[in-house]
């Protein structure tokens, strides 16, 4: 599957089979995750890696829209290191552009993925920082539910001529 392909047919997958996602292909995600550009380059990211049952369980119990964590085989928290951060306000553009490169690289891999934001909502951040244990300079921005899909969703047009200016609105 070429880049462009990857992006238009990707979708939010929230159903998943049991099959087990090996650690060489979270190695390959996170190699994309690495990737994503950022300002200054600072790179300013961690990742944690769940795979306990407990604790996406304990995820899908606290955020709303997380209840497919219930049968994910893996998830992926996208944090922040606020250490890292040199222009402030640019840690959770950073993470989401790492955020994204997962979730096209996971679909390219045959992966069913669905981003769940964790920042801007303090009760999200507050209970998944006690949850993962993370400490002050830590904020988790995103997470990544990641299974081998158990549904199927159909590529959409999304292209709205409506919205593109050019040179002025």
């Given at each position: 599957?070429d880049?462009?392909d990857?992006?238009?047919?990707r979708?939010?997958?929230?159903?998943y089979s049991?099959?087990?996602?090996?650690?060489?292909?979270?190695?390959q995600?996170?190699e994309?995750?690495?990737?994503a550009?950022?300002?200054?380059?600072?790179?300013?990211?961690h990742y944690i890696?769940?795979?306990?049952?407990e604790k996406?369980d304990?995820?899908?119990?606290?955020h709303?829209?997380a209840?497919?964590l219930?049968?994910?085989?893996?998830?992926?928290l996208?944090?922040?290191?606020?250490?890292?951060?040199?222009?402030?306000g640019?840690?959770?553009?950073?993470?989401?552009?790492s955020?994204?490169?997962?979730?096209i690289?996971?679909?390219?891999?045959?992966?069913?993925?669905?981003w769940?934001?964790?920042?801007?909502?303090?009760?999200?951040?507050?209970?998944i920082?006690?949850l993962?244990?993370?400490?002050?300079?830590?904020?988790?921005?995103?997470?990544?539910?990641?299974?081998?899909?158990?549904?199927?969703?159909?590529?959409?047009?999304r292209?709205?001529?409506?919205?593109v200016?050019y040179?002025?609105?």
């Amino acid at each position: 599957m070429d880049a462009i392909d990857a992006i238009l047919t990707r979708r939010s997958i929230r159903k998943y089979s049991k099959k087990t996602i090996n650690d060489n292909t979270i190695r390959q995600l996170l190699e994309t995750a690495f990737s994503a550009p950022s300002a200054s380059n600072r790179q300013p990211w961690h990742y944690i890696i769940i795979d306990e049952r407990e604790k996406l369980d304990a995820v899908s119990n606290f955020h709303p829209y997380a209840k497919m964590l219930k049968n994910a085989k893996k998830a992926i928290l996208v944090c922040g290191d606020l250490r890292l951060e040199k222009l402030h306000g640019y840690l959770s553009l950073d993470c989401s552009a790492s955020t994204e490169n997962i979730l096209i690289a996971a679909h390219a891999k045959g992966l069913g993925a669905c981003w769940l934001g964790i920042y801007p909502r303090e009760e999200r951040i507050t209970k998944i920082k006690k949850l993962l244990n993370l400490p002050k300079h830590i904020l988790p921005i995103s997470l990544i539910s990641l299974g081998y899909p158990a549904e199927h969703k159909t590529k959409e047009d999304r292209y709205n001529e409506a919205r593109v200016h050019y040179n002025e609105w």
